[in-house]
C-alpha cells in the first residue's frame, strides 16, 4: 500500500529518558580525561566516530554475510535470531535477545527507540548520534518514507514499510536485500557491502559500484 507503514510498539519497562549507567559512565569518564587534558576532544570523537561507523558494525556486517550466503542460517536467523547471531560469538550486554527482520522487495524493515537509543550493541556497536535524536525517534514512526528519503533512500511505492520499536528486553537487527552481481563471493567479501545504516533500515546494502568507487559510509 503505497505510503503505509507499520508500527510495532512494544511496552518500555523503564523510563529511557534518562541515560543509562554505561552512557553516564562514558561521559564523566570522557569529562575528566579532557579536563585533566589527557586527551584532545576531537580525538575523542575520531575514536568514538570509528566504533560507531566501522569496528562495531563489522560484527553485523558477518551476520548479515553469512546470512546472504548460508540459506540455513538465513532460515535459523529468521526463527531465533538472538542463537544464531549468538553462534558467531556475538552476545553480551545490549544483545541478549535480538530479531532479525529480512528486507524484501515487498517489505523494508527500518528500526528506532522512541523512548531512548535502545540499541543492539554486540553486532553494530555504538549508537548514531541521529538515532538518539528525538527528532529521528519521533518523524520515523509517523512519516518513515520522508524520514528515508532524507537518508537519500527512495523505495517503490509497492514496498511497504514496517517500523520496528526497540525496547530494553528486544532488539532489531536487519538483514538487507543482497546487492546483484556478487555471485560466488566470499563471506568476507560480501561483509564488505554491509554498512550499518542498512542493518537499521535507513539505506540499502552498499552496491557493488559504489564499492569499487569507495563509497562505503
Not at 505510503?3 to 570522557?30: F, I, Q
Not at 524520514?147 to 538483514?175: A, K, Q
Request: hydrophobic share 35%; glycine share 6%.
Amino acid at each position: 500500500m503505497s505510503g503505509s507503514h507499520d508500527h510495532d510498539h512494544h511496552h518500555h519497562d523503564h523510563d529511557h529518558s534518562h541515560l543509562t549507567e554505561t552512557e553516564l559512565r562514558v561521559r564523566a569518564l570522557e569529562t575528566l580525561f579532557t579536563e585533566k587534558g589527557y586527551v584532545d576532544p576531537r580525538t575523542l570523537e575520531t575514536i568514538l566516530e570509528t566504533y560507531e561507523t566501522k569496528i562495531g558494525p563489522r560484527n553485523g556486517a558477518r551476520v548479515v554475510a553469512r546470512a546472504w550466503s548460508d540459506p540455513a542460517y538465513m532460515e535459523w536467523l529468521k526463527t531465533d535470531g538472538s542463537a544464531a547471531i549468538a553462534s558467531l560469538g556475538y552476545a553480551g550486554r545490549q544483545g541478549e535477545h535480538i530479531v532479525a527482520l529480512i528486507n524484501t522487495p515487498e517489505v523494508h524493515n527500518v528500526v528506532v527507540c522512541t523512548l531512548c537509543s535502545c540499541y543492539p550493541w554486540p553486532v553494530l556497536g555504538l549508537p548514531p548520534s541521529w538515532y538518539k535524536s528525538s527528532a529521528y525517534r519521533s518523524r520515523v514512526v509517523i512519516e518513515p518514507r520522508a524520514v528515508l528519503s532524507e537518508f537519500g533512500l527512495v523505495l517503490p511505492e509497492t514496498t511497504r514499510v514496517r517500523v520496528w520499536d526497540s525496547t530494553s528486553e528486544m532488539r532489531y537487527l536487519v538483514i538487507p536485500m543482497r546487492p546483484g552481481g556478487v555471485e560466488g563471493w566470499a563471506e568476507d567479501k560480501l561483509a564488505d557491502l554491509v554498512n550499518r545504516d542498512s542493518m537499521i533500515g535507513t539505506r540499502l546494502a552498499t552496491s557493488v559500484s559504489e564499492l569499487n568507487s569507495g563509497q562505503t559510509e
